[in-house]
C-alpha cells in the first residue's frame, strides 16, 4: 500500500518557500485527496497473485478446448475422406457395371 500522505510537512515546506498558510494547506490537502482518489483502481499483491491464477487456469482451459477442436476437426476430416472414397468406389462401380452391360 503507498504511503499516507503527510498534509502537515507539505503545507509547512510550502509556508516556508514563501505561501500563505492557507493556500499551503489548501494545496496540501487538494494533493493529499487526489492521492487518496486513486488508491481504490491500485493493484495490490494479492490482486496479481489471483490474476495470475486465473489466467493459469485459462490457459489450462484453452489448451483443452483447442485439444479437442484438433481431435474433431481430424474426426471430421477422416469421415469426409471415407465418404470420398466411398463415392469414388461407388461411380466406379456403376461405371463398370454401365460398360458391362452395354454390349
Same mark, same amino acid.
Do not use: C, H, N
Given at each position: 500500500?503507498?504511503?499516507?500522505?503527510?498534509?502537515?510537512?507539505?503545507?509547512?515546506?510550502?509556508?516556508?518557500?514563501?505561501?500563505?498558510?492557507?493556500?499551503?494547506?489548501?494545496?496540501?490537502?487538494?494533493?493529499?485527496?487526489?492521492?487518496?482518489?486513486?488508491?481504490?483502481?491500485?493493484?495490490?499483491?494479492?490482486?496479481?497473485?489471483? &490474476? #495470475? !491464477? *486465473?489466467? +493459469? @487456469?485459462?490457459?489450462? /482451459? &484453452? #489448451? !483443452? *478446448?483447442? +485439444? @479437442?477442436?484438433?481431435? /474433431? &476437426?481430424?474426426?471430421?476430416?477422416?469421415?469426409?475422406?471415407?465418404?470420398?472414397?466411398?463415392?469414388?468406389?461407388?461411380?466406379?462401380?456403376?461405371?463398370?457395371?454401365?460398360?458391362?452391360?452395354?454390349?
Amino acid at each position: 500500500m503507498a504511503a499516507a500522505f503527510d498534509t502537515l510537512t507539505a503545507a509547512r515546506r510550502m509556508e516556508d518557500a514563501g505561501m500563505k498558510r492557507e493556500q499551503a494547506e489548501a494545496v496540501a490537502e487538494a494533493v493529499r485527496t487526489a492521492a487518496e482518489s486513486g488508491r481504490e483502481e491500485l493493484a495490490t499483491k494479492s490482486d496479481i497473485r489471483v &490474476l #495470475k !491464477a *486465473d489466467m +493459469a @487456469a485459462l490457459k489450462t /482451459e &484453452l #489448451k !483443452a *478446448d483447442i +485439444a @479437442a477442436v484438433r481431435v /474433431e &476437426l481430424v474426426d471430421r476430416m477422416q469421415s469426409g475422406e471415407r465418404r470420398m472414397y466411398a463415392a469414388v468406389f461407388g461411380v466406379g462401380g456403376l461405371l463398370f457395371a454401365a460398360l458391362k452391360l452395354v454390349p
